[in-house]
């Protein structure tokens, strides 16, 4: 599969609890973004990998988000203290050149 | 804010064209205007992108006006599995974040 993977692809998680997220972007993609969908919205951007290099974050990326691109392969997105209103899709996306192509996302539901 | 504005929503018969508007009346020299769509539960899929010429691939066909403030997707003979959300953006040719509006929920009917 060439495509870009995420796991896992659902999360159920109750409040105040941490979790993880990783993508695997195509291998010859040097950039990596991070998306936010909540219902009924587009993707919202969060965040950008050049290589290892995080080089943008979103206002939206509070304290508690913290991205990773260890050796500039794949990605984690960690959530700490997690809140209902985290609950969202949370997209990976990896580029090379003009697009993108998207991972299927991983579901995050806060109870 | 997303620098696009679509209709929320359009139908279309199965078999016939699908025409899809976009407005980007503040569209700079050098972005190109991208469509991407989303079908339920799945991440967006790249479907064209164009800076001022007419472009067209295997999934459409991308009409970019020659005052670059609008454009239209176009889906050539639309069937059931196009249904789906679509996206028009504009961004640079950098990879720089895109900024993604609501879109235009299509729905495709037999």
């Known amino acids: 599969d060439t495509g870009v993977s995420q796991d896992p692809r659902h999360k159920i998680t109750k409040r105040g609890q941490n979790v993880t997220f990783r993508c695997d972007p195509i291998s010859e993609h040097n950039r990596l973004y991070w998306y936010r969908q909540t219902l009924g919205q587009g993707p919202e951007f969060l965040t950008y990998?050049?290589?290892?290099?995080?080089?943008?974050k979103s206002r939206l990326l509070s304290d508690r988000f913290s991205a990773e691109r260890p050796k500039g392969s794949f990605s984690t997105l960690e959530i700490q203290r997690t809140e209902q209103g985290d609950s969202a899709m949370y997209l990976c996306a990896s580029s090379r050149g003009t697009s993108y192509t998207f991972g299927s996302g991983t579901r995050l539901t806060v109870v | 804010d997303a620098k696009t504005t679509q209709p929320p929503s359009m139908d279309c018969a199965e078999g016939r064209a699908a025409n899809l508007p976009c407005n980007h009346s503040t569209i700079s020299g050098n972005e190109y205007v991208y469509w991407y769509r989303q079908i339920h539960s799945q991440g967006p899929q790249y479907i064209i992108h164009g800076l001022k010429n007419n472009e067209t691939n295997e999934m459409a066909s991308l009409i970019i006006t020659e005052d670059r403030k609008s454009s239209t997707l176009i889906l050539p003979h639309a069937t059931l599995r196009d249904t789906a959300v679509y996206y028009c953006i504009v961004g640079d040719n950098y990879g720089q974040n895109f900024v993604f509006g609501p879109g235009t929920r299509l729905s495709v009917l037999p």
């Open positions: 990998f050049q290589n290892e290099a995080q080089l943008e």
